[in-house]
């Protein structure tokens, strides 16, 4: 089975940064990637990883990196100069296709549980 279980989320200030980890079991290569759900809003995607390299949301690109440590099995998203409108749940998800892009909830099949990020 496959699971994705993300840590690392709190509140910053703006301008500063958090980093997020996906620790993942049972996945194979593939797409990993991150989405982001603020309140009232829809979830959208962040930033995809897969052998094909990475792929980002235009809102994160120069401030957010991801990347991913295949002896650990894990995912990261590093989030740098981070603004009030980056606050939200932020879930890890899993595709079993290489392509990440483009980052549509309805291409990921798993996810995980979430970890709030709060910007002020």
């Known amino acids: 089975d496959v699971q994705l279980v993300e840590s690392g989320g709190g509140s910053v200030q703006a301008g500063g940064s958090l980093r997020l980890s996906c620790a993942t079991s049972g996945v194979t290569v593939a797409c990993m990637a991150w989405f982001r759900q603020a309140p009232g809003k829809e979830r959208e995607g962040v930033a995809g990883?897969?052998?094909?390299?990475?792929t980002y949301a235009d809102s994160v690109k120069g401030r957010f990196t991801i990347s991913k440590d295949n002896a650990k099995n894990t995912v990261y998203l590093q989030m740098d100069s981070l603004k009030p409108e980056d606050t939200g749940t932020y879930y890890c998800?899993?595709?079993?296709?290489?392509?990440?892009?483009?980052?549509?909830?309805?291409?990921?099949?798993?996810w995980g549980q979430g970890t709030q990020v709060t910007v002020s």
């Open positions: 990883i897969s052998v094909f390299g990475a």
């Open positions: 998800a899993y595709r079993g296709g290489s392509l990440c892009a483009p980052l549509d909830t309805g291409r990921f099949a798993y």
